[in-house]
């Protein structure tokens, strides 16, 4: 932003600032395994250990673990013949896999137990003969993963005018997945219009949304409505810090995505009494708290907590890492 400047540099922040803190925020159950896994696996293996993309769209946990001695990389062939490398939370597609395996890699898969089911719902579906219908957006690298499991039989819509486009082999056997990091609301928009144009479309018998991204969506609700303005901590690339923002805004509350404490703006908290904070899941908790110390040393706060769910939600170690 032109002339924007930092919140600490110059003004006052509002006596009495309120900060309305989303709860749950921050890292889910996928994103501390995924972390976790790096870890074990710089700890157990030879250095230097590979990362096939970030572990999680979040630049301050990828930059941690760069510290600690991983590598990261695009692709596979960066990584040495018979290295370990490590597969992002995101997952990836059967020809990565078999890439590694032509490659003599040590694959240490950190993909997301919830994303994984998707895989398995794309493989079933196709298998079945029908045409799938994946929600979700081009280029994520989620999308790209899952779009691997059946190329020949899935297509991708982002939205309900890609839906009106939508061309298939079988009006009668149509089946519907959606990446797990999308908005509640806007899928739902999507599947109705699938339903209008297939009414014997069949879904996944669980949402694909995942449990974390639907908590944090409702809890940016519940703090939205009620804030002048809402921040919410995460990197540019994470797909549920971005659906956050959205949301925010649909409900017609100025919202901003940061990076960090550093991206914050005086010019958005200028005659702000009520600011909500959330974080996406893939962003370290600290970060939440370093924006609230910027905020408590520019004049008194009070921090108001709203918490929609309770997580508890812990997914076990591969056997590649595990103890």
Same mark, same amino acid.
């Given at each position: ?41 710089? +700890? ?7 990362? *096939?993309?970030?572990? #999680?769209?979040?630049?301050?946990? /990828? =930059? &941690? %673990? !760069? ?76 999308? +790209? ?7 020949? *039989?899935?297509?991708? #819509?982002?939205?309900?005018?890609? /839906? =009106? &486009? %939508? !061309? ?95 991206? /914050?703006? &005086? ?57």
């Amino acid at each position: 932003m032109s002339g924007a400047r930092d919140v600490r540099a110059g003004g006052a922040v509002a006596d009495g600032l309120i900060v309305l803190l989303a709860a749950p925020r921050s890292f889910c159950a996928g994103v501390e395994r995924a972390v976790e896994i790096v870890e074990k696996a710089l +700890e157990q293996r030879a250095h230097p250990v590979y990362v *096939r993309k970030q572990i #999680v769209h979040n630049s301050h946990v /990828v =930059a &941690a %673990l !760069e510290a600690r001695g991983a590598v990261f990389v695009d692709e596979l062939d960066e990584v040495p013949h018979g290295a370990t490398v490590v597969f992002s939370a995101h997952g990836v597609s059967p020809a990565v896999r078999a890439e590694a395996d032509r490659r003599g890699l040590a694959v240490v898969d950190a993909t997301c137990p919830l994303v994984t089911k998707v895989h398995a719902e794309a493989r079933r579906f196709a298998g079945r003969g029908d045409t799938v219908v994946l929600v979700g957006h081009a280029g994520h690298e989620e999308v +790209e993963g899952t779009l691997g499991e059946a190329p020949r *039989r899935t297509v991708l #819509v982002a939205d309900v005018a890609g /839906v =009106a &486009a %939508l !061309e298939v082999e079988d009006p009668e056997r149509v089946s519907y997945l959606t990446q797990t990091t999308l908005a509640a609301d806007e899928v739902a928009e999507v599947v109705a219009a699938l339903r209008a144009r297939f009414p014997r479309l069949r879904g996944p018998g669980s949402d694909d949304i995942c449990y974390a991204t639907t908590n944090r969506q409702e809890a940016v609700k519940a703090i939205a409505r009620d804030a002048d303005v809402v921040l919410v901590v995460g990197s540019t690339n994470s797909s549920n810090s971005q659906r956050l923002v959205e949301l925010a805004r649909r409900l017609g509350t100025p919202a901003h995505l940061i990076d960090d404490v550093r991206a /914050v703006r &005086a010019e958005w908290l200028a005659g702000a009494r009520v600011v909500g904070l959330s974080a996406g899941a893939s962003a370290p908790p600290r970060l939440v708290d370093e924006v609230i110390e910027v905020l408590r040393a520019r004049g008194p706060v009070t921090v108001q907590e709203r918490a929609v769910a309770a997580e508890h939600l812990q997914f076990a170690l591969p056997p590649a890492v595990r103890a």
